[in-house]
C-alpha cells in the first residue's frame, strides 16, 4: 500500500492542523493506521493509532485530549487533527499502515509508511 501524507506547516502555539494519508494500492479498511512523528536529534514516537474499522484510537499520553485520530474507509484516508499545538509538537510527522484490525502502537509492527510532513509550531 502507498501513503501520501499531507497538511503540515508552519502554526503558532496553541493553533490548529489537520493531517491526512491517503492511501492507494490495496484494501484500505484492513489497515490498521498510526501516525508518529520524529523531532530533530529524537527517535520516532508514536503519535496515535486507530483501528482498520475506526472503532478504536490509541493516543500517546503527550497529544490525548488534544489530538484526534479519523479514519474514512470510504476515500481511503485517515486524519490526525491537531489542535492546541504546542512547541513541543514540532516533528515530521509519519503516517504508517499495517494489515490488521487493530491499532499497533510500536513502529516496528508497521509494514508501510508515508513521506512524512513536517509540522513547525514556532511564534
Known amino acids: 500500500v502507498q501513503l501520501q501524507a499531507s497538511g503540515g506547516g508552519l502554526v503558532q502555539p496553541g493553533g490548529s492542523l489537520r493531517l491526512s494519508c491517503a492511501a492507494s494500492g490495496r484494501t484500505f479498511s484492513n489497515y490498521g493506521m498510526g501516525w508518529f512523528r520524529q523531532a530533530p536529534g529524537k527517535e520516532r514516537e508514536i503519535v496515535g493509532a486507530?483501528?482498520?474499522?475506526?472503532?478504536?484510537?490509541y493516543y500517546a499520553d503527550s497529544v490525548k485530549g488534544r489530538f484526534t485520530i479519523s479514519r474514512d474507509n470510504a476515500k481511503s484516508t485517515v486524519y490526525l487533527q491537531m489542535n492546541s499545538l504546542k512547541l513541543e509538537d514540532t516533528a515530521v510527522y509519519y503516517c504508517?499502515?499495517?494489515?490488521?484490525?487493530?491499532?499497533?502502537?510500536?513502529?516496528?509492527?508497521?509494514?508501510?509508511w508515508g513521506q512524512g510532513t513536517q509540522v513547525t509550531v514556532s511564534s
Open positions: 504508517a499502515a499495517r494489515f490488521t484490525r487493530a491499532q499497533p502502537i510500536w513502529s516496528r509492527e508497521y509494514d508501510y
Open positions: 486507530i483501528s482498520s474499522t475506526g472503532g478504536t484510537a
